[in-house]
């Protein structure tokens, strides 16, 4: 028997040459591997991961002179001391090399693979100094094969084979670094690292800018499976409040409180359904001070009760951005708040705020990965928001959004910033999360612009960033959306119409906005938002036009109109779906394949998606189109929801689609209240 394997009971360790190498059985089906190129695995590196493994029988172990096994479930875990038949165990440059295989068949899911005979190995660590190193995992290739998840991003793919993905949180591109095969697993990098995830054709590559240790975790199923295994693993989300499954209002921004109060009045004067209305940003005195301006703002409580009276929530935005100017930015220095730096001062980006006219202030961001540096953010928001009644917040700019965005010259309390730097949005998260909690809150959602694996558990919603005004930005949100429900994230919406720009005057973009909205209906969240007309100077007193569902004209608006009363009528399914996905992780909008995993061609169907079990969804991304293809899933018959004609599964029909309509499908004679009665 070999002396570089040792059965732990729950895990299988293999050491030499200083190298730690160990396989744990983490959840059922399921296993953790991490390594360290020298001493023992450190335990108290951030993560994904709760803090105890899901529970699961004990896995078997089984050790023999060159190899072991380890057997949990579904999957199987072998460790080769050396690669066979090429080098002796005493120069194996690829020792301690791990293959994953299906348990039931023998079969290979995913294994190691080194880019070289001799060297680098398997797994690469080239020292970048003081006990870390640049560090590199390297798998086979499988032809043919296809991955998902990642997270958000605007490449416009949703099989990312052959991508090069950089793990680094930007504006509208969000590093969730779960990564979901056709070949029936699923794997997390369970590190915050700073790096890239290269999935080439000779072979899939995880690395690490700077860190201490490998660490990732593999489990076994279908695409379904997979994503509950996650959630056991990382967290499950909490079941979204009912009223956050309507209609969201917002736009880039309401400048006054009677502004804002007016928007909503005008929604219940027409009987138009309307759950949350946003203040968006410069609605406070400074960047910083988390409250509100008098000037504009002069009485949020009673702001908060006409709105409570109209069914109505305040959502506020707040950033984790402090300018020099606010009353909280010499305390939070004084107390070591902020995200601070290896050189130069604290200062992480420079920004407009009230008060210093044409100038920019030089801001810094606080700490969210430092427990009291989280408690004084919730102290300030709870006492200028939830004391008057506000329970749902915009956390934007949470990447954060630096200047330049050096995550090498950053030092959080959780660790060097190329070390724990994509940590950030899910801690900025859990700060609110805790303080609503603390606060005996149980409702929580706060809707975030980038996040990181198990930022679901603390009720955090995504949202897409600011992103284009034109046919081809939905095309890539339809693909983008899909990744983040296949990286754990169920609750998930976009800024309806694109972000930047839109003329409500102009014919061709009212197109742009009817479509975008019919598609925004049935995503999880429901929310219209924009900056419309010319861009402007960044500066407090900036706002865009009318971004109201009157706002687009006499032929949009009764089409717009009619989406918000069909969201209403499925609200119940739409809160089934969500019950089910705090239940089981699987999340309500998903590919067609995430029903249908043993129809090949529903995992190449990237442009239509299932809402739940039971409806499909084409949405339209063509200028002019009246008229689009759908590829309708075999192993169900399907109905048009619109017009009642029935079809078989595993064919492609052409669907009508008058600007009024988006082609809508039922599953098996499933009854959704699509046309009203």
């Known amino acids: 028997m070999s002396q570089h394997f040792h059965d732990l009971g729950h895990a299988l360790e293999w050491r030499a040459k200083g190298e730690t190498l160990r396989v744990e059985a983490w959840g059922p089906d399921s296993v953790r591997v991490r390594a360290t190129p020298g001493g023992a695995l ?14 699961g029988a004990k896995p078997v172990i089984v050790i023999s002179e060159h190899s072991a096994t380890l057997v949990n479930g579904a999957v199987t875990v072998r460790v080769d001391a050396f690669t066979e038949g090429k080098m002796t165990p005493e120069l194996g440059a690829t020792a301690g090399q791990l293959t994953f295989l299906r348990t039931e068949d023998g079969s290979e899911l995913l294994a190691e693979e080194p880019a070289h005979f001799w060297w680098p190995g398997t797994r690469l660590y080239t020292a970048t100094g003081n006990g870390y190193h640049r560090i590199e995992q390297r798998f086979r290739a499988h032809a043919g094969e296809k991955l998902f998840g990642l997270g958000q991003h605007t490449h416009g793919m949703l099989d990312q084979k052959g991508a090069v993905i950089d793990l680094v949180q930007r504006n509208a591109e969000v590093t969730v670094p779960l990564l979901v095969s056709d070949r029936g697993y699923g794997l997390l990098w369970n590190s915050p690292a700073i790096g890239r995830v290269e999935l080439a054709e000779t072979g899939t590559r995880w690395v690490a800018d700077s860190a201490r240790q490998i660490d990732y975790w593999v489990t076994v199923g279908q695409p379904a499976e997979v994503l509950a295994h996650y959630a056991d693993a990382t967290g499950h ?14 736009k880039l921004r309401y400048r006054t409180q009677e502004e804002l109060l007016e928007v909503a009045r005008e929604y219940k004067r027409r009987g138009l359904p309307l759950d949350v209305i946003v203040s968006d940003f410069f609605h406070w005195t400074h960047l910083g001070e988390w409250k509100f301006d008098p000037a504009e703002w002069p009485d949020p409580a009673a ?5 409570d009276e109209l069914g109505v929530k305040l959502m506020v935005s707040v950033w984790p951005s402090v300018s020099p100017v606010s009353e909280n930015y010499h305390a939070m220095l004084d107390q070591g708040l902020f995200i601070n730096t290896e050189y130069g001062p604290v200062a992480h980006a420079d920004w407009p705020d009230k008060g210093l006219g044409a100038y920019s202030a030089q801001v810094a961001f606080y700490d969210a990965t430092n427990p009291a540096g989280r408690a004084f953010v919730w102290d300030r928001i709870k006492r200028n928001y939830l ?6 917040f915009w956390l934007d700019a949470c990447e954060p959004e630096l200047k330049p965005n050096f995550q090498g010259n950053l030092r959080y309390q959780a660790g060097p910033g190329l070390e724990v730097g994509n940590l950030y949005p899910r801690e900025n998260a859990r700060m609110i999360h805790d303080g609503m909690h603390a606060a005996g809150e149980t409702e929580v959602v706060s809707l975030n612009r980038s996040s990181w694996a198990g930022a679901q558990r603390y009720g955090a919603a995504l949202w897409s960033g600011d992103i284009g005004t034109d046919f081809a930005s939905l095309r890539t949100q339809i693909k983008a959306g899909l990744n983040v429900a296949l990286s754990g994230i169920p609750w998930w919406t976009t800024d309806i119409g694109g972000f930047h720009g839109g003329d409500p005057a102009d014919p061709a973009y009212r197109e742009v906005l009817v479509r975008w909205f019919q598609y925004g209906a049935f995503c999880p969240l429901f929310r219209l938002h924009g900056f419309r007309g010319a861009e402007q100077k960044l500066e407090p007193a900036m706002t865009g036009l009318p971004n109201e569902v009157w706002s687009y004209g006499e032929e949009a608006y009764p089409i717009l109109a009619s989406y918000l009363h069909l969201r209403e009528r499925l609200r119940p399914y739409v809160m089934e779906q969500m019950r089910a996905a705090a239940e089981t992780g699987v999340p309500p909008m998903r590919p067609l394949f995430l029903e249908f995993p043993e129809d090949r061609a529903a995992w190449t169907a990237d442009d239509s998606f299932l809402l739940g079990p039971d409806l499909l969804v084409a949405p339209v991304t063509e200028a002019g189109a009246r008229s689009r293809q759908v590829y309708l899933p075999a192993g169900a018959e399907w109905t048009c929801a619109w017009t009642g004609a029935a079809y078989r599964g595993g064919e492609t029909v052409i669907a009508g689609a008058p600007l009024e309509r988006i082609p809508l499908f039922l599953r098996d004679g499933a009854q959704l209240p699509i046309v009203e009665a």
């Open 42 to 55: 450190l335990e108290d590196l951030p993560g994904a991961l709760l803090d105890a493994a899901p529970a």
């Open 387 to 392: 004391d008057h009644g506000i329970k749902v």
């Open 303 to 307: 702001m908060v009760r006409e709105l």
């Open 237 to 250: 989300t909490p079941v979204l409040p009912e009223w956050a499954a309507g209609f969201w209002q917002c």
